[in-house]
């Protein structure tokens, strides 16, 4: 029997310490709606998803308030769009039933503009590449992402150089919102196909017709449990982030069990990830600086995140019966107020987080950088980050902002969720003979694992 | 035999009269049984927690009429399925 106190306890998770379900994550395969009509493809996709999701939201809503647990975000991925819009011209028209479709369901996101070019561009894949920028500026909810390399088939940079430039291109065509679109755009090396945080998630081609996935959180509740250890030593530490952890997602996989009863559709993974808010109180900079940094981003900043994100991992792996997606810790800088303010200090440069990705979930994420810097220097930021997810056997990823406009210092401000962001510097000296090179760069030994 | 859902509710806040009398009087209208109830007030703050058998009532409406309640006592009063606090707890 659960006791009074354990009741409490938990009481005061959720008030005081944030805790939440970050999402639950529908993935829906559209493979069967391929049509080399646009119209045709266009209507059975925006079909498909509002049938399979029709009630995706409200089931949501129900669980939410019978386990009173706040389940923050409900959200669709499909299958990456450059596998069904081979048949058509512009694949933005897609683009644009796919935020219809998420509109109707009520969700608000939908991921899998996407494309898986890690090996090389087929001609549907470059069309889709291409329309990025006018499919984020003419929706509201769409994300999109493309693969650029992996650990198996090295990395693509004629792909990495096409993404440097789409990501300007966004910026400049959502010019007017800071350039919001960059926001729902990443670029990744080892993507995984069952991701269900955005802007990253799709629905990979090796998935079944329809899953559903659930994304912790609770940044606010390891922080919590760690001010009861200060001054302890690190296995002290470790061990209370992996009870808190196990705990956790526990929350994730009764939601998740009881999300796919509900919907009749089958339960696909629980990421174990730590994802932060800009609210005060739900932030990963705040765990890593209650081990004992005076500010996130400096020396010791790398080994705590790898501490946190190793311990969250083995304390959630036992809670679910399938752990999956990226499960680890993320570090969004415009979505965490601790990595805000770090970088507002000057404390947390792009060096530091690029190391810092060599230890954690995901990359770089959400970060904000000069309107004036080149597509050559994304592109080149995307490749240093591609090759530490190759060498590493691990998902990075890229999503940067360079907002248009703005100088080192200023601030854009993304809105919701998204939070905001101090402008950040990247190195001034040129790549661009680097970018141009094109090809591809082999994958490392270590990927001959036959 | 048919299979319990168990119910827990939370109450916090100020001390007054009547609390536990509304309480249940929600809960039997609702057509809930009380399982247990565990109860302290540490100075002026009355903390309740009562584990009741929701198998036969709708939730919604429970959870609706427990939160117009708390809204007139000035209480803050939540019912919540047991599941997720075994869940967290138990393993």
Redo the contacts between chains.
Sequence with gaps: M???S???S??QMIDREKLDVRTITMGISLLGCVSDDEQRLCDKVYDHICRQAKDLVRVGE?IE?????PIVNKRISVTPAALISGGIKNPAALARALDRAAKTTGVNFIGGYSALVHKGITSADRRLMESIPEALDTTDFLCSSVNIGSTRAGIDMDAVRLMGQMIKATAERTADRSGIGCAKLVVFCNAVEDNPFMAGAFHGPGEGDCAVSVGVSGPGVVKSALESVRGEPFDVVAETIKRTAF?IT??G??VAREASRRLNVPFGIVDLSLAPTPSVGDSVAAILEEMGLESCGTHGTTAALALLNDAVKKGGVMASSHVGGLSGAFIPVSEDVGMIAAAERGALTLDKLEAMTCVCSVGLDMIAVPGDTTAETISAIIADEAAIGMVNNKTTAVRVIPVPGAKIGDSAEFGGLLGYAPVIPVHPFSSRLFVERGGRIPAPLHSLKN | MREIKKA?V?VLGIDCKGIIAHISAVLYDNDVNILDI?QTVLEDYF?M?LIADVSSCA??KL?ADLTMLGEKLGLQI?????????????V
Excluded: K, P, W, Y
Aim: aromatic content about 8%; cysteine-free.
């Design positions: 659960v006791t009074t354990q009741i409490l938990t009481l129900d308030r019978e386990f009173g647990v705990r526990r929350v996989q009764l | 827990v939370t565990s903390n927690v939730f919604e959870s939540r019912v919540q399925r047991s599941e997720i606090f075994e869940a967290m707890h138990q």
